[in-house]
């Protein structure tokens, strides 16, 4: 019977966890077109996941949390802009990370930028940048922080 109950337990833990996982996108296109679709800001984050430790420890204390999952889902498009010492990156990919990166001035690791896009008539995108965040030990306060940014309460 308790393997039975340990067997049960893990799957549902396992369940949970794939719930919690959210889509980050890499593409600037693709998030942008969704991002308009869905009228929801993009959440722009810039790591540089193997080697910043800031970077990790906003990872873990805010951005792989259940709180986060929860408002991410409701609030944001997720886009990470990685800029990655050992591990490869397409060269597309690395261009389109290091135009943004120029674009918004990011002088550290990791900042968090807030834009909405905006489609001009020559169906041209603009991003209109809403405000920048960087590492906050706590998700309460760095959700409360975004969402002030997002014209929320």
């Not at 489609?119 to 940048?129: A, I, M």
Request: net charge positive; charged share 20%.
């Amino acid at each position: 019977m308790k393997k039975i109950i340990l067997v049960f337990a893990f799957l549902i833990s396992g369940f949970i966890a794939q719930a919690q996982e959210l889509n980050w996108h890499t593409d600037m296109a693709k998030a942008t077109e969704l991002s308009l679709k869905e009228k929801k800001p993009l959440l722009l984050f810039f790591t540089g996941s193997d080697w910043c430790g800031w970077c990790i420890k906003l990872q873990k204390d805010v951005l792989k949390t259940t709180e986060f999952a929860n408002w991410a889902t409701q609030n944001v498009i997720l886009v990470e802009l990685d800029f990655p010492r050992r591990t490869p990156q397409e060269e597309a990919l690395k261009m389109q990370n290091q135009q943004l990166a120029q674009t918004f001035g990011i002088q550290g690791y990791p900042t968090v930028w807030f834009v909405n896009p905006i489609k001009g008539e020559d169906n041209k995108v603009n991003l209109t940048g809403l405000g920048s965040l960087g590492y906050d030990k706590s998700a309460t306060t760095w959700i409360s922080n975004a969402n002030a940014f997002l014209g929320k309460k």
